[in-house]
């Protein structure tokens, strides 16, 4: 028994998803649906927020929803406040926006 409880422990260290897969995988499966058109790629989606918003993108995470997807943009905007929006990741369309002020640039 305690050799079994020994192995599964093991298993469960070696195999245990690290942050360097899981962060693969995203890119993986990011890519995959940029080629499948199911999603624009990440640097027309950037462009889209950067005309809307002013700020530095801090994080960008593709979130399936559903049957669509979501682009979620962290934005640290220039008085320090950080924005979360969320782009539809077919169409470009900004969606919610928390953090911050909605005020768009001009």
């Known amino acids: ?27 993986r499966r990011a890519r995959d649906a940029v080629n499948a058109g199911e999603v624009l790629p990440l640097s027309a989606v950037l462009g889209i927020v950067r005309s809307q918003f002013s700020g530095r993108v801090m994080d960008v995470n593709l979130k399936r929803r559903a049957q669509s997807y979501v682009y979620q943009v962290k934005l640290l905007t220039p008085d320090g406040r950080l924005m979360r929006i969320a782009v539809d990741a077919r169409t470009g369309r900004i969606g919610s926006v928390k953090g911050g002020s909605r005020k768009r640039k001009k």
Do not use: Q, S
């Open 1 to 27: 028994m305690r050799i079994l409880f020994a192995f599964l422990l093991f298993c469960l260290t070696v195999f245990a998803v690290c942050p360097e897969t899981a962060n693969a995988d995203n890119h």
